[in-house]
């Protein structure tokens, strides 16, 4: 299976939510204010240094990696709702149609995302859960999947280079163009964890954004994605712990 380093999960987030303003299907980031400029305080360079996933991984099924998601809790303590099967790849299926339809500049962030930014999973095993707090609009998701082979798991521990590529990008979709600019944030506490903040600003001048945090842990790829809430520093927050609530269950 290929995929962008950006994460499965996480690209497929950053892309359908910059058409779900444009009446695009897809999952569709909280509204936010304006980013925060440069010397905020919530930036920070992405880690390199990153561990080898273990060769002898477990081999987890779906099931056990649902088994996994429903075990962890959002923020206000409550269990994330796992998706079923069918729910996953149905919206998998709506986000490639999504990526098909937009163009975007650079042309390689293009391609890096929708060669495999929400692959097919066939061969690999996946499990989404989800949280959502209606009264904050603090929307919270964890992905994980397992089964992909080494070579992938090496790109996803260390996606640098492709986050500096395409931290500057344009989308257009309907006619409208969308910007959005991808910045490195300290989210959670395992090391080797990669953390990024995606601002799309939206032609009306409305900014939409989602803080994605990634890890590979014992051969297992971990998303959290986190949108709305109270500020970004809870969207860095909500998102940090997932991925570490998560790890901690991945053995």
Known sequence: MKTSVLGTFGA??????AVS????????????????????????????ATPTPSPTAKAYTAEELAAIVSQVRDA???RLSVLPSADINTTLEQTKAVLA?????PEECKALAAAS?????????????MSNDASTGAVTALSLVAGLDQSFLNKVADPSEQLAKCSSMTMTASGMDISVTITPVDAGTQPGAVAYRTDSALPDGRTQSTITAQLVHQGVVLTSVASGGA???????????LL???AALVK
């Open 244 to 246: 570490d609530s998560a």
């Open 117 to 129: 930014a929400v692959p097919s999973v066939d061969g690999a095993a996946m499990a989404v859960g």
């Open 231 to 241: 500020s970004e520093a809870d969207a860095v927050q909500r998102a940090g712990a």
């Open 12 to 17: 497929s987030v950053l892309l359908a939510a």
């Open 21 to 48: 303003a444009c009446g695009g299907p897809g999952p569709q980031a909280a509204e936010s204010s304006p980013a925060p400029s440069a010397g905020s305080g919530t930036t920070a360079a992405a880690p390199t």
């Open 101 to 105: 339809s937009i163009d975007v500049k």
């Open 76 to 78: 206000a303590d409550r």
